[in-house]
């Protein structure tokens, strides 16, 4: 098993099976991604770049993208308070995920995938 599959499969309920339920929907969406660790966290590669990370945070999981700044789709369902380019999808427990508005923010983050990340200034 690989750090990533480990922070998975240690971290306590309900963050566990959020993150389940989101490899699942990931892998389903997206079948090229790529689970590494990176940054100390669960981070999907697709051909080889960073495309999303999930983070188990205070109370709550945070499942963000490398490209956010591109996103246009479902912004009112994503968290960006305190962060200029990062922007994440945040849920509390596995019946907050609506597996419709993860798709389709998936297939928007794919299809943005080669545009660069955007720099601070």
């Known amino acids: ?51 999303c990370y999930m983070n188990q945070s205070r109370d709550y999981v945070d499942l963000g993208f490398a490209r956010a700044a591109h996103l246009t789709r479902h912004l009112d369902k994503m968290e960006s308070k305190g962060r200029k380019h990062m922007r994440s999808l945040r849920y509390r427990s596995a019946e907050e995920i609506d597996a419709a508005i993860l798709s389709d923010v998936l297939r928007e983050a794919y299809s943005v995938r080669f545009r660069p990340l955007r720099k601070n200034g």
């Open 1 to 51: 098993m690989n750090p990533a599959e480990n922070y998975i499969l240690e971290a306590c309920e309900p963050y566990r099976g959020i993150m389940v339920q989101l490899q699942l929907l990931i892998h389903r969406e997206i079948p090229s991604a790529e689970l590494r660790f990176k940054y100390r966290l669960p981070f999907y590669y697709v051909d080889n770049r960073p495309f």
